[in-house]
């Protein structure tokens, strides 16, 4: 189980990583896990340019590596970059050497000064080095498009009922998040857009 909501007391625990952004202003920060990858990438660009949005693509080093093309798309289309390692790897079952070391080799191709760590786990001692680096970004809301039980349309009430001002939003272009990210990504644009809020990017 996951929360979608990431709740209070997680973020209180660790304020030194960002969650969340002010709640008084109507934008939105999506933030889209685990790409580039020609299957899905080029379609969440897509959507995002229909509504003028902007918005932030932890990448997995290996796969800039792999479709460099599909790098270059997304940042000729203005969206920010971030570090998600080179092999998408758990902080909290790798050692910190190893784990800083996979970070950097995914810097070489991203260079970037936004980290997110894969699955949100990370340890307190690789915190410790990777703040004097990277602004290291969470998230305020988990869409659950990566959780092979969960319908489309639940993935969309995911993030529908828990998104409000200031809110992180995780997607993922990747192939397994894939069928509910195509249906839930323009239902969700659509209705944000309706409301009012502006989408930028990290």
């Known amino acids: ?8 007391f997680i973020k209180k625990l660790f304020p030194s990583l960002t ?36 918005a932030t693509f932890f990448c997995i080093g290996d796969n800039v590596r792999k ?19 080179f092999n998408h790897l758990n902080g909290w079952h790798t050692q910190t050497n190893e784990y800083l070391k996979n970070i950097q080799k995914c810097q070489e191709l991203t260079k970037s000064y936004l980290f997110r760590p894969p699955y949100g786990k990370i340890r307190p001692t690789q915190i410790l080095d990777l703040k004097k680096h990277y602004k290291i970004v969470m998230w305020d809301v988990l869409s659950g498009d990566f959780d092979l039980k969960l319908t489309p349309e639940e993935c969309l009430e995911n993030v529908i009922k828990h998104t409000e001002n200031g809110s ?13 990210l195509r249906h839930t990504l323009p239902l969700a644009l659509a209705h944000w857009a309706k409301l009012g809020y502006k989408f930028k990017a990290i």
């Not at 952004?21 to 340019?49: A, M, N, S, W």
């Not at 992180?168 to 509910?180: G, M, N, T, Y």
């Open 1 to 8: 189980m996951y929360p979608v909501k990431t709740p209070y």
């Open 19 to 54: 969650w969340n952004y002010p709640r008084t202003e109507k934008v939105l920060y999506l933030t889209f896990d685990d790409g580039p990858i020609p299957e899905v990438t080029p379609f969440v660009v897509e959507q995002l340019k229909k509504y003028g949005a902007k």
């Open 67 to 85: 479709h460099p093309e599909v790098f270059e798309l997304v940042k000729k289309n203005g969206h920010s970059i971030g570090n998600h390692t």
């Open 168 to 180: 992180i939003i995780v997607f993922h272009d990747s192939l397994k998040a894939e069928p509910r």
